[in-house]
């Protein structure tokens, strides 16, 4: 008896000095090739860059609002053969300083140049996603020597154009689903969810960026600022939203708009396709939706000194579900800078 109890001891001892080691091994870690450090853009805030290395000129992705420069990490890998890629987290996410001011466009922009100075960055092309919009609009205007320009990936926007028709037809449709217990036991469980509610979901780096989760691996909630930031981010922002009227752009800029070809871009997979009225509601938003993109598409080329336009059908997340595209547009532009010169 005392053998066999010596035994379970001995077997437990085992186990309890292997699970660290088998939870280092499984522990998930980032594995894009970049260089992160934090650059210093203003009194106690200091953004998050990571450098992907890369042969050429310079290039610099800005994420979306809630994204990180972690949204980049595959799409980054197909940039460096041509370029020397360099992204930033803005201020008040998750990697960055969490500043309770300085979120009106002007300062983000100025975030951006001290980035784009220490970095030591030669007039780099700007590539931005979403809200990076609002950023290079007041990069393009007052710092025209600074970038040599700009691509706006699903961000070229008139803020001032509230598409309220398009908002009030929405609203009206069912809602995306919401996580339930059985989608938050992991971040692979999760990213299933999301990839069927959403679409593609892109890196895991920014995903796990975007909630917070458990030491056991069990994911708790999304992330959000807390309530001083979040608030600061949110008045400065819609302020800024209520007075919009960016300056006339300087440098040559490509706006590429994700547009839907079909009412089955627009289908979701909740929807039920088969209710007559779901499919006439759909129906209505692509008649406002491709209203809506030739109102920004106008908007962009009154704006934009050397401006061009393009759409692609695809997500809003361009970079992740149309990325060759994206690239060979990106491509196609920089070259054009090239023979311009």
Not at 132 to 160: C, K, T
Request: proline share 6%; net charge neutral.
């Amino acid at each position: 008896m005392k053998r066999h109890v010596v035994l379970v001891l001995c077997v437990c001892g085992v186990l309890a000095a292997v699970a660290p080691l088998l939870s280092q091994q499984t522990e998930w870690r980032d594995a894009s090739p970049h260089v992160a450090r934090l650059v210093t853009v203003d009194t106690d805030v200091q953004l998050e860059v990571l450098d992907w290395g890369g042969s050429g000129p310079a290039l610099l992705v800005l994420a979306g609002l809630g994204d990180t420069a972690h949204v980049f990490d595959d799409f980054a890998q197909m940039l460096t053969p041509r370029y020397h890629v360099v992204g930033v987290t803005r201020r008040g996410h998750r990697g960055s300083s969490a500043a309770t001011t300085g979120y009106t466009f002007d300062r983000l922009a100025e975030d951006l140049i001290r980035v784009i100075e220490v970095m030591g960055l030669d007039k780099p092309l700007i590539v931005g996603h979403s809200f990076a919009g609002d950023e290079m609009h007041v990069l393009g205007a007052r710092y025209p020597g600074r970038i040599a320009g700009l691509v706006y990936v699903d961000a070229a926007f008139n803020r001032s154009d509230l598409s309220e028709d398009y908002d009030a037809v929405a609203r009206t449709l069912p809602p995306s689903p919401r996580t339930r217990p059985e989608n938050m036991r992991s971040f692979s469980a999760l990213r299933s969810f999301l990839e069927k509610s959403q679409g593609a979901v892109g890196p895991e780096a920014n995903l796990r960026a975007r909630w917070i989760a458990n030491a056991d691996g069990t994911v708790t909630r999304a992330w959000v600022p807390e309530p001083p930031v979040f608030q600061a981010m949110s008045r400065e922002m819609q302020a800024a939203y209520k007075t919009f009227n960016p300056e006339r752009i300087r440098v040559p800029a490509l706006a590429i708009y994700a547009v839907p070809r079909s009412t089955g871009d627009l289908m979701q997979p909740w929807y039920d396709a088969g209710d007559p009225v779901v499919r006439q509601r759909v129906e209505t938003l692509y008649r406002f939706a491709r209203e809506r993109f030739g109102r920004h598409a106008k908007w962009f080329a009154a704006l934009a000194e050397q401006g061009r336009v393009s759409e692609l059908a695809g997500a809003h997340h361009l970079f992740i579900s149309n990325a060759p595209e994206i690239l060979q547009q990106i491509n196609a532009f920089a070259s054009s800078l090239v023979t311009t010169r």
